[in-house]
């Protein structure tokens, strides 16, 4: 059974780098044909997909968010991580890192429990 656990800082400052790391268990995420997205949901607001990186290494991104985000990942840890730059109190939400068969597809399955993201000076 796959696993996924979000991990990173609950508070950062504005303008800052928000930088959070995905722990896959029980599953690599070199295998075809997934997709490890990243998902947030702002306090009051719906879901919104920000963005994924394909088992092939191929990165995916919201378009609204594409200029400052960034995917990478470590397949030695079977990590990924995400970097969202130049923060403001928007983008205070809790963060999900998710296995998707579609990208944006928000669909519920292998989903993180998700994290807690304030962004405050």
């Known amino acids: 059974q796959v696993q996924l656990q979000e991990s990173g800082p609950g508070l950062v400052k504005p303008s800052q780098t928000l930088s959070l790391t995905c722990t896959v268990s029980?599953?690599?995420?070199?295998?075809?044909?997934?997709?490890w997205s990243w998902i947030r949901q702002p306090p009051g607001k719906g879901l919104e997909w920000m963005g994924a990186i394909a088992y092939s290494g191929s990165t995916y991104y919201s378009p609204s968010l594409r200029s400052r985000t960034s995917i990478s990942r470590d397949t030695t840890k079977n990590q990924f991580t995400l970097q969202l730059s130049s923060v403001t109190p928007e983008d205070t939400a809790v963060y999900y890192c998710?296995?998707?068969?579609?990208?944006?597809?928000?669909?519920?399955?292998?989903w993180g429990q998700g994290t807690q993201v304030t962004v405050s000076s």
């Open positions: 998710a296995r998707e068969e579609v990208p944006g597809s928000l669909k519920r399955g292998h």
């Open positions: 029980g599953g690599s995420i070199t295998t075809n044909y997934y997709y």
